[in-house]
């Protein structure tokens, strides 16, 4: 089925623990997303890439970094988690300047 | 920064009657996009709001978006139990399509 695609959707992290949260979309999208939710806050983007090859910064960028090697796949990588990173995950993507966005399923991702 | 206010945070309403949530933007929007969210799952397009003024309805549900492209109100008619949920609005801010979002209204219908 036609969509994005996140891996893993649960994750359970211990302090300072790296890990890298994959997202896949075959929709051939040039836009793609990081999001992250909070209890109450709605969502906030953490980076986004509008190409291969590029990304950048978002609201909460601090802490994470992304990769878009490949167009059809966006990286988001926490080098050394925090429990403040406890959220729930969700990527998106979009074609360029038009139409909707398709979003994932979302990882859960507990930090303890 | 935009902000994006999105009013009320909660709301409880009785099967059959209707509701209003609403979402205003400090600034012009490019966009503004309604979704709907069950509690610990993903997020469910419901409608897209790109032209001042432009109203759009689907099934019970119905979202317009103000001339000045600054606020949008979503409304349902005769909710029912499936209507419950969380209501998300999202902005989008610029010209790379980054969507700022509301922080949500949740929406409890009771028999």
């Known amino acids: 089925n036609a969509g994005v695609t996140q891996t893993p959707k649960f994750r359970v992290l211990k302090t300072g623990q790296s890990m890298t949260l994959l997202c896949a979309q075959d929709?051939?999208?040039?836009?793609m997303y990081w999001y992250r939710q909070d209890p109450g806050m709605g969502l906030r983007l953490i980076h986004y890439?509008?190409?291969?090859?590029?990304?950048a910064k978002g609201e909460v960028p601090d802490g994470y970094n992304v990769s878009r090697l490949k167009k059809q796949n966006f990286l988001l990588g926490l080098e050394s988690a925090a429990p403040s990173q406890t959220s729930v995950y969700f990527c998106?993507?979009?074609?360029?300047?038009?139409?909707?966005?398709?979003f994932g399923s979302g990882t859960r991702l507990t930090v303890v | 920064s935009q902000e994006l206010e999105q009013s009320p945070q909660s709301l409880i309403v009785q099967e059959g009657k209707n509701l209003t949530i609403n979402c205003t933007s400090s600034?012009?929007?490019?966009?503004l996009y309604w979704y709907k969210q069950k509690y610990g799952e993903g997020l469910i397009f419901l409608m897209m709001?790109?032209?001042?003024?432009e109203e759009k309805s689907h099934e019970k549900i119905t979202a317009k978006l103000d001339e000045k492209k600054q606020q949008s109100s979503l409304h349902i008619t005769a909710s029912q139990p499936s209507h419950a949920g969380i209501y998300l609005c999202g902005a989008e801010t610029d010209s790379w399509g980054k969507l700022q979002f509301g922080a949500g209204t949740q929406v409890v219908v009771t028999p």
């Open positions: 929709m051939n999208h040039e836009y």
């Open positions: 890439s509008v190409g291969e090859g590029t990304t």
């Open positions: 600034k012009t929007l490019y966009g």
């Open positions: 998106a993507s979009r074609d360029r300047g038009v139409g909707g966005y398709t």
């Open positions: 709001l790109q032209k001042g003024g």
